[in-house]
C-alpha cells in the first residue's frame, strides 16, 4: 500500500509513482482508498500507467483483500481518464465532488476499480 516508484527497468530512472492509499475522514467521499499515479512527460504514452495501476490494484484486491478502490481525476485529464478506461474502472458520477483549497476551487470525476469476479468450477 502506499505510493510507489515506477522505475522501466531495474537500475533506471524513476519514471513517476503509482500506488493505491487511504484516504481519511476528511476527504470529501469519506474513509476510502483510492488509486493514484503520475508520470514524468517522457513517459506517457508508453504503457506504464497502465501496467503498473493493474498491478498495485491486482495487489490490493488479492493480497491486501480489498473490495473497492476508487481513483479519481480533473475533467481536463483525458490522459488519465483513458488510462482509467484501459484498467476496466466504472465510473461513478455521483461520486464527483470539489476541492475548496482556499486559493483555488478544484473539480473531481471518480471511478472505481473492484476484484475480478472469480469463477466457480461447474
Known sequence: ???RPLVARPGRCVRG???VSASGDGHP?????SAGWRLHRAAWGKGFAVEA???VLDDAFSRVG???VLAYTGPDNARSRAVMGRLGLSR???????????????????WAA???PT???G
Do not use: I, K
Request: no cysteine.
Open 114 to 116: 473492484a476484484p475480478a
Open 66 to 68: 480489498l473490495d473497492e
Open 53 to 55: 495501476a493493474r498491478a
Open 92 to 110: 461513478r458520477p455521483d461520486q464527483d465532488f470539489t476541492l475548496d483549497e482556499g486559493r483555488r476551487v478544484s473539480s473531481w470525476l471518480t
Open 17 to 19: 509513482y503509482v500506488g
Open 29 to 33: 467521499l469519506g474513509s476510502h482508498y
Open 1 to 3: 500500500m502506499g505510493l
Open 119 to 121: 469463477e466457480t468450477p
